[in-house]
T-cell receptor, first 115, second 111 residues
Framework: KAGVTQTPRYLIKTRGQQVTLSCSPI?????VSWYQQTPGQGLQFLFEYFSETQRNKGNFPGRFSGRQFSNSRSEMNVSTLELGDSALYLCASSFGLATYTDTQYFGPGTRLTVL | TQLLEQSPQFLSIQEGENLTVYCNSSSVFSSLQWYRQEPGEGPVLLVT?????EVKKLKRLTFQFGDARKDSSLHITAAQPGDTGLYLC???????????FGTGTRLQVTL
């Protein structure tokens, strides 16, 4: 079974630009969660989608948004990029809503650098 | 606000040594998970503990959930270079289906 895939793996943008990251979950998984990982703040939850609906959202500004398609693939968008948005963005998929009963499988992440 | 504090932050030991990583919180969690993350990869789930006082063993790794479900520990016996990585604990409060991750412990095991 193929794992979670994320594209692109690396991205360099400049301040003020916007970016779209893509995540393809494991086949059959309906839940996709997004996390931001930085050296200073660690791994922080962005949002979770299940069956095309956002179910949970972390404490991030509205510049961070996402969506999920009918095939469970998900995208996240960051508008008006700031230097502090430089991070590893991780996507995780699970069969159901991400609780302790449902193992989350993480992708390798997209490394975003904002100059 | 970081709810889960891990200690130590960094650990460099030699092959064969034992070590313990701690994950502490003032909050009660319905479950707690431990992950290991290697460079260039996403975290991989090692174990989930659910019951207060629960102990789980995974080969040379022993995980314990505190009686009050506020803390957990990971003990590695006879560490090997393959154990090198970033160890993360993550708690599930059960009220919202998302995980709160700890600050992380970076372990390096040398020959």
């Amino acid at each position: 079974k193929a794992g979670v895939t994320q594209t692109p793996r690396y991205l360099i943008k400049t301040r003020g630009q916007q970016v779209t990251l893509s995540c393809s979950p494991i086949s059959g998984h309906r839940s996709v969660s997004w996390y931001q990982q930085t050296p200073g703040q660690g791994l922080q939850f962005l949002f979770e989608y299940f069956s095309e609906t956002q179910r949970n959202k972390g404490n991030f500004p509205g510049r961070f948004s996402g969506r999920q398609f009918s095939n469970s693939r998900s995208e996240m968008n960051v508008s008006t990029l700031e230097l502090g948005d430089s991070a590893l963005y991780l996507c995780a998929s699970s069969f159901g809503l991400a609780t302790y009963t449902d193992t989350q499988y993480f992708g390798p992440g997209t490394r975003l650098t904002v100059l | 606000t970081q709810l889960l504090e891990q200690s130590p932050q960094f650990l460099s030991i030699q092959e064969g040594e034992n070590l313990t990583v701690y994950c502490n919180s003032s909050s009660v969690f319905s479950s707690l998970q431990w992950y290991r993350q290697e460079p260039g990869e996403g975290p991989v789930l090692l174990v989930t503990v659910v019951t207060g006082g629960e102990v789980k063993k995974l080969k040379r790794l022993t995980f314990q959930f505190g009686d009050a479900r506020k803390d957990s520990s990971l003990h590695i016996t006879a560490a090997q270079p393959g154990d090198t990585g970033l160890y993360l604990c993550a708690g599930d409060t059960g009220t919202a289906s998302k995980l709160t991750f700890g600050t992380g412990t970076r372990l390096q095991v040398t020959l």
